[in-house]
């Protein structure tokens, strides 16, 4: 197991050196690609090159469409496309290795509506086939992440690449 966290926005080189020297089993951060729909503090988007000094791991995270709270709530198959790409951009420009890999945060817990299915798989279905990342998904329950498992199952026969999933809940 893994042991990190994630914090809406970046709290300072001196902290996360702090955290990294004294907490010993902290080993990763979500880092927030921004601005995003649901997500538009870009405090993480500068600190990859200091947080890979320091020895963080890193959870790309793209804060997307969303159908509950607040943020955007275009949740369509032509958005997921469109959100694809902003993500990939922007993951670029802060400085992400090509192969990465790049995860959506889907902040309802269990079963996702048809729409956000749609939309998943299609954000998935673009990171993988026009990008030079992978796409995974943060969720807080499993049965999203089987839910998007099952839905993106062609995806991943075409490219030969499963969807990492980042699980919080049971």
């Not at 902290?26 to 020895?55: E, I, K, R």
């Not at 791991?57 to 369509?76: E, K």
């Not at 400085?95 to 048809?114: C, F, H, K, T, W």
């Amino acid at each position: 197991m893994f042991v990190g966290f994630d914090r809406y926005g970046y709290p300072g080189d001196g902290l996360m050196q702090s955290l990294w020297n004294s907490v010993s089993d902290l080993t990763f951060v979500c880092l927030y690609l921004a601005p995003a729909p649901s997500h538009p503090n870009q405090s993480w988007m500068d600190a990859v090159p200091a947080l890979q000094s320091m020895g963080w791991g890193l959870v790309p995270t793209y804060v997307g469409q969303q159908v509950i709270g607040n943020g955007s709530h275009t949740v369509t198959a032509e958005q997921g496309v469109a959100d694809a790409a902003n993500a990939s951009t922007l993951a670029s420009a802060a400085q992400l290795a090509s192969g990465s890999v790049l995860y959506l945060d889907i902040e309802n817990g269990g079963r996702m509506p048809d729409n956000q299915v749609d939309y998943v798989t299609a954000w998935i279905r673009e990171i993988h086939s026009n990008s030079d990342y992978w796409a995974g998904v943060y969720c807080s329950r499993s049965k999203t992440a089987k839910q998007v498992a099952d839905a993106a199952a062609d995806v991943v026969t075409e490219t030969g690449h499963d969807v990492a999933t980042w699980c919080t809940g049971r």
